[in-house]
């Protein structure tokens, strides 16, 4: 079968978890005999076989981010002649898929990684162009063969946004992890050149500057923690100059008044991002909305304990440490921090300075009680390596095209 995967980001090009999803993907697919995997990709040209890179139309250069988008999709739609079948990932190649589909008579697979309309704060990013992404999707979603949702949380979510979408169509397959590439490392010369003391407690925080990840409500948490706790920012790739501004603004407030504030911005290589996990005594995922949080698995495979907002798919993947031992389990893999969220797409607290305060204990419980981060750490990385590999991944993918061809 000759599946053509449709992406915005592909290797070298990633800036988020559905680019490393789509790679680890095609990487498990291509070890398989009875899979083709071609992959059709925005961006610079690439030399690796069977994939294709695609440009945006300079006749467009001066449109909407959107209109250029779709430029994109038409010609990456009109380059999967041949296919068996198309599988497409987030909006900007969602409407490849589904032209994609039509033009060649074969289904469409998307996956769901995150949805429009629970991203409203793109508008921002976008202007009118964020009810041409919304449009893109829900053509996409409406119309697709088959939904593969990356948790149970985001199935739910697919059917709440698209009432017109059919439940049996929406299968469930979470994201995955390479064990052997996100793994612990002790490399603490690597972490000092990086501006990191590893012999101090840290906190880590990996993400893009967005609403969704919850940068500032991380940051007014931090305020709150022990001085002797480091705060390591790996941060970049700001949505808007106004959440940057914010961003920047806490940041300085921060340094004011604490030492060992370290903020990368720029996109570090997977080395790098490793030894730091490795050496952290906490991985933060404050996002307020994340479908599963693929950061959270690159964060227990590398052995550290993660503290993250109970909402999405995160509770599929980070196992309460609390909820478990009162449950007699002892397989916790961090904390969960509860949040009330505002239900009109933004996910905002509605009580954020009882969040703040609820994500500042619990980063100060695991930072303050080494051996506990380590005990979770190890119970994350064995989870990560027992239930999100990649080969299974690829398996139940296959299982959902052989469902629909």
């Not at 610079?44 to 449109?63: I, K, V």
């Not at 479908?291 to 304990?305: D, K, Q, R, S």
Request: charged share 20%; with cysteine; net charge negative.
């Amino acid at each position: 079968m000759r599946v053509d995967v449709l992406t915005k980001e592909y290797p070298p090009e990633i800036y988020g978890g559905a680019g490393v999803h789509v790679a680890e993907l095609v990487r498990a697919l291509r070890r398989r005999d009875d899979v083709t995997a071609h992959v059709h990709a925005f961006g610079a040209p690439r030399e690796e076989p069977g994939t294709s890179s695609y440009a945006d139309p300079a006749e467009l250069a001066g449109a909407n981010a959107a209109l250029r988008t779709l430029g994109v999709d038409l010609a990456m739609a009109d380059a999967c002649a041949g296919a068996d079948l198309v599988h497409s990932h987030t909006w900007y190649a969602n409407l490849a898929g589904h032209l994609a589909g039509l033009l060649h008579g074969v289904p469409h697979v998307v996956t769901a990684h995150s949805l429009e309309p629970l991203r409203p704060w793109k508008a921002e990013q976008l202007g009118g162009g964020y009810a041409v992404s919304g449009w893109a999707e829900r053509t996409a979603y409406e119309s697709a063969a088959a939904v593969v949702a990356v948790s149970h949380a985001m199935r739910a979510d697919v059917l709440a946004a698209y009432p017109a979408v059919d439940p049996a169509r929406v299968h469930v397959v979470h994201n995955g992890i390479d064990t052997e590439l996100w793994s612990p490392v002790d490399d603490p010369d690597r972490v000092r050149a990086l501006g990191v003391d590893p012999d101090r407690p840290s906190v880590v925080f990996v993400g893009r500057i967005t609403r969704q990840k919850g940068l500032p409500w991380f940051l007014r948490a931090v305020a709150q923690l022990p001085p002797q706790v480091q705060v390591v920012l790996c941060a970049g790739a700001p949505d808007t100059p106004a959440i940057e501004a914010e961003v920047v603004a806490l940041v300085d407030d921060l340094r004011a008044t604490r030492t060992g504030v370290v903020w990368i911005r720029d996109m570090l290589p997977r080395a790098d991002v490793v030894a730091l996990l490795s050496a952290a005594t906490v991985f933060a995922c404050p996002s307020v909305y994340e479908p599963l949080g693929i950061v959270n698995l690159e964060a227990m495979a590398c052995g550290t304990a993660v503290v993250a907002t109970a909402t999405g798919g995160i509770p599929e993947v980070v196992v309460d440490a609390d909820a478990a031992t009162a449950d007699g389990d002892a397989s916790g893999t961090g904390l969960l921090v509860p949040i009330e969220q505002a239900t009109d797409g933004t996910g905002t607290p509605l009580d954020p300075d009882q969040y703040v305060a609820d994500l500042a204990a619990a980063l100060t419980t695991l930072a303050t009680d080494p051996d506990r981060a380590a005990a979770l750490g190890r119970a994350g990385r064995e989870r990560a390596r027992t239930a999100f590999g990649w080969d299974a991944i690829a398996e139940r993918t296959v299982e959902v095209y052989r469902s629909v061809h």
